[in-house]
């Protein structure tokens, strides 16, 4: 077997949910998007929904068959990017609540779901998705009159406590939904850790879920091993790997392990990040290519069978950082090729 195995811990993903949920006084759902950043979203909803999430957030309507399918009729389902041409079907066929996300999907949605339920997303300052002061106060009576499931808004710097947009966020969606009777939801991962001013009624964490950051009291959920394909002795003054980038500096015994960046380990990898045999770190030498990648093991008294990326001693965020980017990208590059085992209950 030579693929490499990437282990998921869906009992560490509920114990993230239970201990986020308690951070705050209001409903806990989960965000769900992008096949549960990688990680599988039937599965993860599926022991979400055992651990008591009523509410799962995904960005697209496609999204929304797999996971309906995987929780059944009961727990509602938000789209982020709202009522978009071609999605009154999906959204009634699977019972999904858009987000509206401007005048014109509030119009196409009355339009072709006249009695379906609906949400509203406000931009409060980060400019991506939802309505602006202006656009909101124009469809305002309308859209109430319906009454919305959910009123939210997006914080652009919620990962920095000490950003000034926080506040001017939190602010700016105070006055924009100002005495609404709707439900309000502001914050993700990282809004919960800001505090109980910006929980509103429902929280919506992703990240943390995965054991990411900004949640640095997550448990891990991924492991990955590699496999070694071989191992072979280079003298010094040989170079290993694409472009001769690295070149052995002592007599030096190299491991090929099976998976590069065509698994979502980035090439920027390349000569920086850290495997692990056990306990013990081994560095990655010269370029990471498509299918493999080729680490220093001259320090291990033996030949390991595998080697370890992503371990208790290395989270998506350190190998993130090694990489130049952030461990939501790590996961939701993490490969088809993987042989995937999911433990836990539900597993
Ligand atoms: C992705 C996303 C979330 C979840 O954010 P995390 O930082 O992963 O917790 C919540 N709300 C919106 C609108 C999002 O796009």
């Known amino acids: 077997m030579s693929a490499a195995r990437l282990t998921i811990d869906l009992d560490a993903i509920a114990s993230n949910w239970q201990r986020l949920s308690r951070l705050s006084r209001t409903e806990t759902g ?12 039937a599965r993860v909803a599926r022991r979400l929904a055992d651990a008591g999430v009523r509410t799962f957030f995904v960005a697209l309507a496609e999204e929304g068959a797999a996971i309906r399918q995987a929780v059944g009729t009961g727990p509602r389902i938000f789209v982020f990017s709202g009522h ?82 926080n506040a001017e966020q939190l602010d700016k969606f105070q006055e924009m939904t100002r005495g609404l009777e709707a439900p ?35 448990q891990p959920v991924v492991t990955l091993s590699l496999p070694v394909v071989q191992v072979r002795d280079v003298e010094p003054g040989e170079a290993v790997g694409y472009s001769c980038t690295w070149v052995a500096s002592r007599p030096s015994r ?31 030498v010269g370029r990471v290519s498509m299918d493999l990648i080729t680490v220093d093991v001259t320090d291990l008294p033996e030949e390991p069978e595998a080697l370890d990326i992503l371990s208790r001693h290395q989270t998506v965020d350190a190998l993130a950082d090694q990489g130049g980017t952030i461990g939501y990208e790590i996961l939701t590059s993490l490969g088809a090729r993987y042989r995937r085992r999911y ?3 539900g597993a």
């Open 30 to 41: 989960a965000t769900i998007k992008a096949d549960a950043y990688g990680l599988g979203a």
């Open 84 to 165: 978009m041409a071609g999605d009154a079907q999906p959204l009634r066929n699977l019972d999904l609540i858009p987000l509206i996300n401007s005048a014109e999907q509030m119009a196409r949605h009355a339009e072709s779901l006249p009695a379906h339920p609906f949400g509203v997303q406000l931009d409060s300052g980060m400019n991506r998705l939802g309505m602006e002061a202006a656009e909101w106060a124009a469809v305002r009576q309308v859209g109430l009159g319906a009454s919305p499931q959910l009123i939210m808004s997006h914080l652009a710097c919620a990962d920095e406590p000490q950003h000034l947009m």
């Open 184 to 218: 309000r939801s502001l914050a993700a991962t990282g809004g919960i850790l800001l505090g109980p001013s910006y929980h509103f009624d429902l929280c919506r964490p992703g990240i943390g879920l995965y054991g990411g950051l900004p949640f640095d009291e997550a």
């Open 254 to 284: 190299i491991a090929t392990v099976a998976a590069g960046y065509a698994d979502g380990l980035l090439r920027t990898l390349s000569g920086k990040a850290t495997l692990w045999a056990g306990d013990t770190p081994c560095p990655v």
């Open 343 to 345: 433990i836990g209950a």
